[in-house]
Structures are given as C-alpha cells and as structure tokens.
C-alpha cells in the first residue's frame, strides 16, 4: 500500500473527521495509485463538494487539497524506491505513533488514585481475554515480583464466577482495547455490584463505560488494531501498564526491589534444584 505516511495521518485522524469526511478518508485508505485523480473528479465520484474536499486536506495539515495531492505524490514515489525500508518505516512508524498518543493520556493523578486502589486491596484480580489475556498474564507476573496477590482471570466462565465472589476487599482491573469484550464489561460490572473497587483500561472513549468502573484508564489506538495486520494490538495496553507499574514501583521502592530480588531468587534456586 502506497503513501504510508499520509494514510497513517488519515487513519489516526479518522475519529475527528465528519460522516463527509470519512467518506472521503475511506477513499483514500483505500487507494492504491502512486497518484490521485483530480479533486473534480474525486468530488464527483464520491458525491461531496471540492469545499470538502479542501476541509478534509486542512484538517490533515494540508493548506488545501492541492497541497494535499502534491505531497500525496511525491512520498508515494519516496517509498516506492525505498521497498523494505518504507515497510520497515510503516511499523515504526505505527509504534511511534501510538507512543505519542500514550504520554498525552497520561494523568498523574489519576495513577496516584489507582495506586491507592492496589495498595488497599488484599487481592488484585485482572481481567482479560485474547491479547488482552496475554496483557493480563504479563502483568500479574510483575505485581507478583514486587508482592501483590494477584490472579489473572482470562476464561469467559471464570471471569463470571469471580466476579461474583469479589468483594470491597479486592480490586478488579479490567483489560479490553475496544471497550467492546462483553465478558469483561459484565465482570466489572458485577464486580462494582459487590462493592469491589474496579478499574477499566481501554481504548474505547464510551461514556456508558464510566458505569462500570471506578476508574477509566484510557489507552491509545488507532483504526484496525485489533485486527493486528501492523503492529501487536497488546502493544499500547502494554505500555500503559508499564508506565502504571513504573508509579506503582516507585511507592515504597526499597521494599518491593527487595521482594522483586527475592522473587528472582526463589526461581533460581527452583531451576538450580531441578538440576
């Protein structure tokens, strides 16, 4: 697919553009050219106006769609004599892409507020199926390191079943890039119906997921991660747990560098005897 540089614009922009403008970003998503018909003959085809032609341009950057068309052409040539670096640069830049989004989510205080909830818990039990399963096992695994009690909870049936076991004495983390995994949406839900404090980490910016949780941690995406055809659709989940975990280390680090060297040891000496 030609013009990676401009698409990937188009796409992280998607979600801002007009029902118009979606129409027209589609095309362009789509279009496998090195260069794009005229702006007439655009409008034409896709029944919108030149006026919105130039909006969509503006809204990307662009001073119009001329300028739009013109840089669409000359990168469309760039990568095509690149070959593998601009394939390379396609996932790098994806990754790079979905880094900035994560820093300009980032609030601190509301990583102080969850840590508060994590501390106060006598269990953490995280949800999550799919990628977001294997997001979920990563991170019980580092809690574990610096000593929580934490479980991983990635079975549809056993996402139910804990839920309604749960109490004000455990936090429940809930893990779905879409905000769509009904399974972990209904598990939050009775979970905060028992009274557990719940956290919900998700790409997804629906309000009536606000219902379900105590806190909403929200994650960067772009259009068609989940399908994971560029990059890992666990990747940005994983670096917000990172940057979680980093706020979570900090609080009474001496001990749980401790814990995390005793953990390490523990496994040490398990491979040693085994031997």
Do not use: W
Request: proline share 3%; with cysteine.
């Amino acid at each position: 697919m030609y013009n990676h540089f401009i698409k990937q614009k188009v796409s992280d922009l998607y979600e801002e553009f007009t029902p118009v403008e979606k129409t027209i970003a589609d095309y362009i998503l789509a279009y496998r050219e090195l260069k794009l018909p005229p702006s007439p003959q655009i409008a034409k085809m896709l029944f919108v106006s030149e006026a919105s032609l130039s909006r969509f341009a503006k809204k990307c950057g662009y001073s119009g769609f001329r300028e739009f068309c013109f840089n669409y052409q000359n990168i469309s040539l760039e990568e095509k004599t690149g070959s593998l670096d601009a394939l390379s640069q396609k996932v790098m830049n994806s990754y790079h892409t979905l880094l900035e989004k994560t820093i300009s989510l980032v609030d601190e205080e509301q990583m102080y507020r969850i840590l508060k909830m994590i501390t106060a818990a006598r269990r953490v039990y995280i949800y999550g199926v799919g990628s977001s399963g294997i997001a979920a096992r990563e991170f019980k695994l580092r809690l574990m390191r610096i000593g929580y009690f934490v479980e991983a909870v990635t079975d549809f049936q056993l996402i139910r079943m804990n839920s309604a076991l749960v109490n004000q004495n455990h936090l429940v983390i809930g893990l779905s890039l879409s905000g769509s995994t009904k399974e972990v949406i209904a598990g939050l839900r009775i979970a905060k119906a028992h009274k557990a404090p719940t956290v919900l980490i998700t790409a997804s910016r629906k309000q009536q997921l606000l219902s379900c949780c105590d806190e909403l941690l929200p994650v960067a995406s772009q259009k068609n991660l989940n399908a994971g055809t560029t990059i890992s659709p666990q990747f940005p989940m994983l670096v917000v747990l990172d940057i979680f975990y980093s706020y979570l280390l900090q609080s009474d680090y001496p001990r749980k560098i401790s814990t995390h060297a005793e953990t390490l040891s523990a496994l040490y000496d398990s491979d040693t005897m085994e031997r």
